[in-house]
Protein backbone atom coordinates (compact mmCIF):
# COMPACT_ATOMS: atom_id res chain seq x y z
CA UNK A 1 0.00 0.00 0.00
CA UNK A 2 1.16 3.74 -0.68
CA UNK A 3 -0.40 6.57 0.23
CA UNK A 4 0.15 9.66 -1.69
CA UNK A 5 -1.10 13.45 -0.19
CA UNK A 6 -1.23 16.25 -2.00
CA UNK A 7 -3.17 19.65 -1.54
CA UNK A 8 -0.82 21.45 1.38
CA UNK A 9 0.21 25.09 0.33
CA UNK A 10 0.79 28.87 1.94
CA UNK A 11 -2.73 30.17 2.82
CA UNK A 12 -3.98 33.28 4.66
CA UNK A 13 -5.51 32.91 8.06
CA UNK A 14 -9.21 32.16 7.37
CA UNK A 15 -8.78 30.92 4.30
CA UNK A 16 -9.61 26.99 3.12
CA UNK A 17 -7.54 24.48 1.77
CA UNK A 18 -8.94 20.77 0.63
CA UNK A 19 -6.02 17.86 1.27
CA UNK A 20 -6.32 14.99 -0.70
CA UNK A 21 -4.96 11.16 -0.38
CA UNK A 22 -4.85 8.38 -2.85
CA UNK A 23 -4.46 5.06 -1.80
CA UNK A 24 -2.81 2.42 -3.48
CA UNK A 25 -3.72 -1.65 -3.42
CA UNK A 26 -7.15 -3.42 -2.93
CA UNK A 27 -9.62 -3.36 0.28
CA UNK A 28 -9.69 0.37 0.64
CA UNK A 29 -13.46 0.58 1.79
CA UNK A 30 -12.36 -1.61 4.56
CA UNK A 31 -9.64 0.72 5.77
CA UNK A 32 -9.83 3.48 8.46
CA UNK A 33 -8.66 6.21 6.98
CA UNK A 34 -7.18 9.08 9.00
CA UNK A 35 -5.02 12.09 8.67
CA UNK A 36 -2.55 13.65 11.01
CA UNK A 37 -0.27 16.87 11.54
CA UNK A 38 2.95 17.48 12.84
CA UNK A 39 4.06 20.90 13.94
CA UNK A 40 7.64 22.19 14.41
CA UNK A 41 8.86 21.09 17.74
CA UNK A 42 5.93 19.05 18.43
CA UNK A 43 4.51 15.26 18.14
CA UNK A 44 2.32 14.42 15.75
CA UNK A 45 -1.21 14.05 16.63
CA UNK A 46 -4.45 12.87 15.27
CA UNK A 47 -6.43 15.29 13.23
CA UNK A 48 -9.44 13.22 11.73
CA UNK A 49 -10.42 9.57 11.41
CA UNK A 50 -12.72 8.01 8.99
CA UNK A 51 -13.97 4.52 9.07
CA UNK A 52 -14.71 2.25 6.18
CA UNK A 53 -18.34 3.14 6.10
CA UNK A 54 -17.97 6.73 6.59
CA UNK A 55 -18.17 7.71 10.62
CA UNK A 56 -15.46 10.41 11.53
CA UNK A 57 -14.01 11.66 14.30
CA UNK A 58 -12.45 14.48 15.33
CA UNK A 59 -9.84 16.33 17.56
CA UNK A 60 -11.82 19.52 19.37
CA UNK A 61 -9.34 22.01 18.07
CA UNK A 62 -11.10 21.04 14.43
CA UNK A 63 -14.04 20.25 14.93
CA UNK A 64 -16.20 22.57 13.08
CA UNK A 65 -13.95 23.77 10.56
CA UNK A 66 -12.77 20.53 9.58
CA UNK A 67 -14.20 18.10 7.26
CA UNK A 68 -12.77 14.33 6.59
CA UNK A 69 -14.37 12.44 3.57
CA UNK A 70 -13.70 9.12 1.22
CA UNK A 71 -14.56 8.09 -1.71
CA UNK A 72 -14.31 4.35 -1.66
CA UNK A 73 -14.63 4.16 -5.38
CA UNK A 74 -11.33 6.27 -6.29
CA UNK A 75 -9.28 5.20 -3.27
CA UNK A 76 -9.28 8.67 -1.84
CA UNK A 77 -9.77 10.42 1.23
CA UNK A 78 -10.21 13.92 1.60
CA UNK A 79 -9.63 16.94 4.31
CA UNK A 80 -11.48 19.97 3.80
CA UNK A 81 -10.04 22.60 6.20
CA UNK A 82 -12.16 25.84 6.66
CA UNK A 83 -11.23 28.62 8.41
CA UNK A 84 -7.49 28.03 8.99
CA UNK A 85 -5.55 29.48 11.55
CA UNK A 86 -1.66 29.68 12.02
CA UNK A 87 -1.99 26.93 14.84
CA UNK A 88 -2.82 24.76 12.38
CA UNK A 89 0.52 25.30 10.66
CA UNK A 90 1.67 21.90 10.34
CA UNK A 91 2.96 19.10 8.08
CA UNK A 92 -0.25 17.13 7.38
CA UNK A 93 -0.18 13.01 6.78
CA UNK A 94 -2.23 10.87 5.24
CA UNK A 95 -2.75 7.18 7.68
CA UNK A 96 -4.53 3.90 6.62
CA UNK A 97 -4.96 1.13 9.00
CA UNK A 98 -5.85 -2.05 7.40
CA UNK A 99 -8.08 -4.71 8.15
CA UNK A 100 -5.07 -6.56 9.57
CA UNK A 101 -4.28 -3.70 11.63
CA UNK A 102 -1.45 -2.56 9.59
CA UNK A 103 -0.51 1.20 9.51
CA UNK A 104 0.51 2.73 6.63
CA UNK A 105 1.62 6.50 6.78
CA UNK A 106 2.36 8.93 3.65
CA UNK A 107 4.44 11.57 2.70
CA UNK A 108 2.98 14.66 4.72
CA UNK A 109 1.82 17.74 2.79
CA UNK A 110 2.57 20.98 4.27
CA UNK A 111 0.09 23.64 5.60
CA UNK A 112 1.00 26.61 6.10
CA UNK A 113 -1.10 29.76 7.73
CA UNK A 114 -0.31 33.53 7.60
CA UNK A 115 -1.47 35.33 9.93
Known amino acids: VQLQASGGGLVQAGGSLRLSCAAS????????MGWYRQAPGKERELVAT???????NYDDTVKGRFTISRDNARNMVYLDMNNLQPEDTAVYYCNQVSRSYTRTWGRGTLVTVSS
Open 25 to 32: GSGFRFTH
Open 50 to 56: VTGIGST
